[in-house]
Nanobody
Framework: QVQLVESGGGLVQAGGSLRLSCAAS????????MGWYRQAPGKQRELVAA????????NYEDSVKGRFTISRDSAKNMVFLQMNSLKPEHTAVYYC???????????????WGQGTQVTVSS
């Protein structure tokens, strides 16, 4: 069982930045990859970014490429999402996830944090 705790969300104006953090309760050596999902009101949860815990592969949803950066600190069992140039459409609850890569595609497992709210005002 893996427990995930997200933090770093908040209210920010359009064009601003936020850095989300996720702490995993288990060593990164036991996890293959991690990802960040988001769920906006009335929409399905979608993958935003993912990274192998070794840091050698990362993927981004097309609309966040060049704006968001996912990273990890394996020594601290943490994964981060740096979000720059935020827009109102980025408003959502952001969730940390544990998964693995199947080829070039991230597959999330059913391990989730409680989520952290990101609200971008115009």
């Amino acid at each position: 069982q893996v427990q995930l705790v997200e933090s770093g969300g908040g209210l920010v104006q359009a064009g601003g930045s936020l850095r989300l953090s996720c702490a995993a309760s288990t060593s990164m050596f036991r996890i293959s990859a991690m990802g960040w999902y988001r769920q906006a009101p009335g929409k399905q949860r979608e993958l935003v970014a993912a990274i192998t815990t070794g840091g050698y592969k990362a993927n981004y949803e097309d609309s966040v490429k060049g704006r968001f950066t996912i990273s990890r600190d394996s020594a601290k069992n943490m994964v981060f999402l740096q979000m720059n140039s935020l827009k109102p459409e980025h408003t959502a609850v952001y969730y940390c996830n544990v998964g693995y890569y199947s080829g070039d595609y991230y597959q999330g497992l059913n391990y989730w944090g409680q989520g952290t709210q990101v609200t971008v005002s115009s």
